[in-house]
């Protein structure tokens, strides 16, 4: 991925065409509470380009600068995978532009109209008013969490 564009504090990337990226795959699920014996073995591939939906050109790559959507598992500088073919549903998380600032929060529709809500009790939600210039850019499909990257930070 290279960085394609740079606007209100999200980079934003091109997927380059490639060949499928097949990794081992291991269909036992992992056990998070006390560790399971035997059940060792690889059964088949997946191909992780495939599995994150980054083979269709309705799909690009941000990265998040900030913490207002943390309580929904987007930490600041994790990478969200968004669709432009998906359509918006309620409570979905969007990456959005409202009066030309992009921004990433959950789509609520309320009774006071449309509004976006932030994952974080530090942030206001953001009420979408009638003339506000709103695009909603795309749904997010997955969010990538570099670790090694999150334990840099801490």
């Given at each position: 991925?290279?960085?394609?564009?740079?606007?209100?504090?999200?980079?934003?990337?091109?997927?380059?065409?490639?060949?499928?990226?097949?990794?081992?795959?291991?269909?036992?699920?992992?056990?998070?509470?006390?560790?399971?014996?035997?059940?060792?073995?690889?059964?088949?591939?997946?191909?992780?380009?495939?599995?994150?939906?980054?083979?269709?050109?309705?799909?690009?790559?941000?990265?998040?600068?900030?913490?207002?959507?943390?309580?929904?598992?987007?930490?600041?500088?994790?990478?969200l995978v968004v669709d432009r073919s998906l359509k918006?549903?309620?409570?979905?998380?969007v990456v959005a532009v409202l009066n030309g600032e992009?921004?990433?929060?959950?789509?609520?529709?309320?009774?006071?109209?449309?509004?976006?809500?932030?994952?974080?009790?530090?942030?206001?939600?953001?009420?979408?008013?009638?003339?506000d210039d709103f695009q909603v850019w795309g749904v997010?499909?997955?969010?990538?969490?570099?670790?090694?990257?999150?334990?840099?930070?801490?």
């Open positions: 991925m290279r960085i394609v564009a740079r606007q209100d504090g999200l980079q934003f990337y091109a997927i380059e065409e490639t060949e499928n990226l097949p990794l081992p795959y291991i269909s036992t699920p992992v056990k998070a509470g006390f560790p399971s014996p035997a059940q060792d073995f690889m059964e088949e591939d997946i191909d992780l380009v495939a599995f994150l939906g980054m083979n269709k050109p309705s799909v690009y790559v941000v990265r998040v600068d900030g913490n207002s959507m943390q309580d929904e598992h987007v930490p600041d500088n994790s990478y918006p549903q309620p409570h979905d998380i992009f921004t990433v929060k959950t789509l609520v529709k309320s009774t006071a109209g449309w509004m976006l809500y932030p994952a974080n009790a530090m942030y206001n939600p953001i009420i979408i008013r009638e003339g997010v499909a997955q969010v990538i969490i570099d670790r090694k990257e999150m334990r840099k930070r801490h």
